[in-house]
Structure formats: C-alpha cells, structure tokens
C-alpha cells in the first residue's frame, strides 16, 4: 500500500497507515476562520439548547412493543454483523449503541495500492439501527413537510430516477425552445464522513425537532450529490458561487475533481467555470444518478449491450449453451435476476427508440436460444414461448407503467405538475393516450393495486392475443401449444439441471419449433438438391409425422413405448388412445407431453441408423 506517498509492505506498518488514514478522513478539524466562527456559534447555540430542554423536561415517550417490532421487520437480511458479531437474523439485545466497524470498500476501476480510492463502510450495531428506524418513524413527520420538492434519495414512495425524470422532461423542453441548457454535477467530498454533526444537528432544531429526542439523537452522533440545471455561463458562474458560499457556511466540502459541466442541448458554447479558485471543465458527457448525459439526451444502447453481456458471462461463462447441463429454467431466471435488471436500469425515464428496444431484444433472443439449443431461425415467438419469457419491448412497458403509477399516486410532487404539463401542452401527443392518461390524474391510485391490476393484467392478456396471431401465421409452429396467460406457464419447467435430460429438452424444443433438421428440410434448404426421401425406409417423404408415426426402421423402438403410453392412457379412460389417434393428436402427445422417453429413443435410434449409413 501507499500512503502519503510512501510504500508499505510491512503487515504492522500497513495496518498502521490505515489507522492513520481513516483517522484523518474522519477529522473535522475547521481549516479557515470562517468555518471555526461558525461551528464555535453552533456549539453555544446547542449547549443553550440542551439546557432549555432539560429544563423543560419534555420526555421521550416509551417505545411500543408495536414500534420495536416494526422497526425489526424493516431491517433488511443478508447484511454484515455489526462490531458484536450480531445480525438482524438472530437479534439480540447489543452491549454496546455507539460503536461501529469501519472497513476499507475498494472503489470501482481504481487502484487497490492508494488509501484514498476507499470507501470507509461503517458496520454499526445492529440494536443502534432498530433504535434509529423507530427514531425515524417518529420525527418524519414533522420533517417531511420542510424537506426541498426536489430531494428524492432517502424519500419514501420516491427514487433517484424521478430526480432523472426531471432532468430528462427539461432537457426535452428546452430542446423544443431551441436553448442551451447546461447540466452541473456537483460531488460533497468524502460526503457523510466530513459533515459537521453540531450544524446537522442545529439545522434539525430549528427544522422543529426538539425535546428530549433532539438530546438523545445528539447523543448518538457527537454522498450527498447536487445538480444545477442553467442556462447559460453566466448562471452556471453564479450558481456555483452560491453553492461554494452556503457549503463554507455549513462545512461542507465540494470535491472539483468528481464535478462535472455537461451541455445537454446542442450549443456552440465552451467555457469553464469555477469553484472558488477550482476550475470545472466542459465535458462531453457525463454519469448523474447511474445514467449517461450528453447533449443527445439518449439512450446509451451499445454501452447497455455490453454491460449485459459482460454481466452474463461473468455468470455463467462464454458459449451459454444448453449442453452445460444447466436447465433453461435456471439459466433464464439468473437473466432476469441480473442481467436485465442492469441493462434496462433508468430506461423508463430516458428518451430511447424502436431502434434501441430492437437491439436489446436481439441480444435477449441471441441468449434465449442458446440456453435452448436452438437455432438462429428459430421464430421469436417459438424461442420466447417455451421459456414463458417477457419480451424486452414488455418489461419496458411495465416499468413506465409502474412509474407512472407512482406519478399519479404522488400528486404534490414536481413530477406530477410535469406530467401534467405535457400532457396539456406537448402538441404531438397522441389524442387517445391523452384522454386516457387524463382520466388517470384525476382518480386516486393504490400503488400495490396499480401494479397488480391494470399493469400485470393488461400486459399479460395483451401479449397472449398477440403470441396467437402470430403462430397463426407461421406453419413451423403448428404443433406448438401456446397456454392461455403463456407468461409465467413454462414448457421447460419440468427440465432439471442434468446434461441428459437438458439434451432431451433441447431435441423435444427442436421437434416443437420446426427446427429439428429431416429431410424435408435438407431438400427445402438446398433447393431440392437433396431429397426428401426418408434415408432410413427409402418409402415416403421424412417429414415430423413419418419420423414420429410411420418409419418402418423406428417401429420396434416406437412401439415399445407408445404400448406404456397407451396402457397409462387407458388406465384413465377407456377409449381415450384411440380418439386419439382419430383426431391426429396423437403426434401432438408425443411431442408436448413432459415424458422424454419416446421423443428421446426415435431420436437416438434414427441418429444410430444415419451414422451407420454412412
């Protein structure tokens, strides 16, 4: 390691510098008499209002068994233990309140050799943080109400990407006024850990919290990021001059190096400005809130397509075909999990096009295939519906449908005066979504509902019309069953993570999507260069009925199990086996029932005859 220039290798030395290291970024020390003014006012300010409120003896009301048990559910599972070896799993009543564990995090695509390219992650005690949520449910709402329409991290019933949502709504307005627009990203350097706590907690007083909870939260404590949006240089420059006076007022640092100036509309402007006596260059683009800004106000397709890729890999290595032995089942929900979750993150407040779904959907169909072992002619619908998976084009449907829920279910927020907006005055609305999404605003919404009803019934009923009209049209698929609400009603469900019976699935997906290669298709393929004749009978055209039904070659194979098959049939009904046989659905059995044996041995007798052929 390498601290303050020097290299260490030493285990004691190194240990040593990162007591150094940590002890320093957690001073506070004021470097200007400025800020040593101020924060020597705001500790008589809170001693003065220590003794008011002990005088006043105001207690803390005596926590509820309702308020403890609430505040335990909200704990999330999985977390480290805290510095007493305890975690919410197993709770139990800490020895400790104020004590933590401080572990060195190594940045993302930094150098593991320099001290500064750590994140120091506080562990606390896991009792602090059941006293801290039920602390939080108290003071809320008195705090909610003063806190700025604009902040959206740590926001109940809000997320950075409304803040995102904003961004992206002005940037599309003054595109259409044909104004620069700059956006400033401005990052408070080493952000909690350098925050004056005598000043947090003199804010909090005069926000109206006081009594003896004021005391007691002092008492426990003894990344925030900003944006500007502005017009032009001149505001940009006071903006920041602003910024930088009202961050010496409460001690924070901003961190220059971490800041950027980002036009999000064409311009022909290029300036710098600056930061005290830092300057802020003009940058090209820029990452606000884990989504990529530039002037194009666009989605940032190939970089989303090489993050998939990336992620999957990682995860299940190169090549992802079925014959890994993993069921398709498996391999698809780790693509759901969290592949898809990284490629599409923020899109639903983005401007993207029918181009950038399309090439998000390749990639998708690309893995699906291959988890399947099937071809790349496979139809889509084929390739989708036997994994029951979403299409891109769906889950980008359902995420702007759930964030417009969350607009309308919040109708004092910005956001909401924004949507409002745009449906009043963007011109080329189109007038039938306009009146619907109209009659949305004005009815109160229940979010868990909104999600459930109209979303998740109206996207499944919608695809499953439009899965039917398209096998309508593609003769392949006549003997694939497409299941009513096909969304959630896997083919491959039954298939478990063994080589042999992945590759029993991979054949049974083959025969069902018209991709198992006979001899009709070779004869089709090579424009009747080859024939269509069954090279095993040397009688009839090998198509799926002569392969599975009528080869002389395969009979004795196939009657050994269509006997089995017939006695299970005919145990449930007598009768039924040769109904069967009457309507044609025979083949249909063989090819969609969940038994592999009869599929499997024709396809291994007919491999064994081909090959002793030749």
């Known amino acids: 390691m390498v601290f303050n220039k020097n290299a260490l290798d030493n285990p004691e030395e190194i240990s040593d510098g990162w007591r150094d290291y940590f002890s320093e970024l957690f001073n506070n020390d004021i470097e200007n008499e400025i800020g040593a003014e101020k924060l020597n006012l705001v500790k008589i300010q809170n ?3 220590e003794s008011i409120e002990k005088e006043n003896l105001q207690p803390i009301e005596r926590a509820t068994v309702d308020e403890v048990q609430s505040s335990i559910c909200k704990m999330k599972t999985g977390k480290s233990p805290d510095v007493n070896e305890i975690s919410s799993e197993h709770f139990k009543c800490a020895r400790k309140i104020k004590s933590g564990t401080v572990t060195p995090v190594l940045k993302t695509d930094k150098d593991k050799m320099y ?4 994140r120091g992650i506080t562990v606390t005690n896991t009792f602090s943080t059941v006293l801290e949520s039920l602390l939080k449910d108290r003071i809320e709402p008195t705090l909610l109400p003063k806190q700025s329409k604009l902040q959206r991290g740590f926001t109940e019933k809000a997320s950075s990407l409304n803040t995102a949502f904003i961004v992206t709504q002005t940037t599309d307005c003054y595109k259409e006024l044909l104004r620069e627009l700059f956006l400033l990203t401005l990052d408070a350097q080493k952000a909690f850990d350098k925050l004056n706590h005598e000043i947090l907690f003199n804010n909090l007083y005069h926000d109206g919290i006081c009594g003896g909870i004021w005391i007691l939260l002092r008492n426990l404590y003894r990344n925030m990021s900003i944006q500007v949006l502005a017009e032009n240089q001149h505001e940009v420059q006071a903006l920041l001059d602003i910024v930088e006076n009202c961050t010496k007022r409460d001690l924070v640092t901003i961190n220059p190096n971490k800041s950027d100036l980002v036009p999000i509309t064409k311009c022909q402007s290029n300036f710098s400005v600056y930061l005290g006596k830092d300057e802020i260059t003009q940058k090209s683009e820029t990452k606000h809130l884990g989504l990529i800004r530039n002037s194009k106000n666009k989605l940032n397709t190939e970089d989303r397509l090489k993050l998939s890729r990336k992620t999957l890999y990682a995860l299940l290595g190169p090549g992802l075909h079925a014959r890994k ?5 498996v391999a698809y929900k780790i693509w759901t999990m969290y592949v898809i979750p990284r ?6 407040v983005m401007n993207f096009t029918e181009s950038d779904i399309l090439k998000l959907e390749r990639l998708q169909l690309k893995v699906c295939r291959q988890i399947q072992g099937l071809p790349d002619r496979t139809a889509n619908i084929a390739t989708y519906s036997l994994l029951v998976v979403e299409p891109v084009e769906v889950v980008v449907d359902r995420l702007l449908l759930i964030f417009l829920g969350n607009l309308l279910h919040n109708k004092e927020t910005l956001e909401f005066k924004i949507l409002e ?11 039938m979504v306009k009146v619907t999404l109209l009659k949305l605003l004005e009815n109160e919404l229940d979010t868990l509902k909104w999600k459930k009803k109209p979303v998740k019934k109206h996207i499944i009923h919608y695809w499953d019309d439009k899965w039917q009209k398209e096998k309508q049209q593609k003769s392949t698929l006549k003997q694939l069953n497409i299941q009513s609400h096909a969304i959630g009603n896997a083919h491959q469900k039954s298939v478990p993570n063994c080589h042999i019976e992945v590759k029993k ?3 049974k997906a083959r025969l069902l999507t018209g991709t198992y290669t006979l001899q009709v298709n070779k004869a089709k393929f090579s ?7 069954c090279k095993m009978c040397l009688n009839d055209t090998e198509d799926l009925e002569h392969f599975l039904l009528l080869c002389d070659r395969l009979e004795d194979v196939r009657r050994k199990h269509l006997t089995t098959l017939k006695c299970y049939i005919e145990n449930i009904k007598k009768g039924t086996y040769k109904d069967l046989e009457k309507d044609g659905l025979l083949m249909k059995l063989i090819l969609d029932s969940t038994c592999e044996s009869v599929r499997t041995s024709i396809h291994l007798k007919r491999t064994t005859i081909l090959i002793l052929n030749k």
């Open 47 to 49: 001693e003065i209002i």
């Open 505 to 507: 699935a991979e054949v």
């Open 421 to 431: 907006r745009q449906l009043t005055f963007k011109v080329l609305q189109n007038a």
């Open 325 to 329: 032995g993993m069921s398709p089942i």
């Open 115 to 118: 001290p500064e390219n750590y």
């Open 343 to 348: 490629a599409l993150y923020g899109i639903e």
């Open 527 to 533: 424009n009747n260069k080859e024939t269509a004749k």
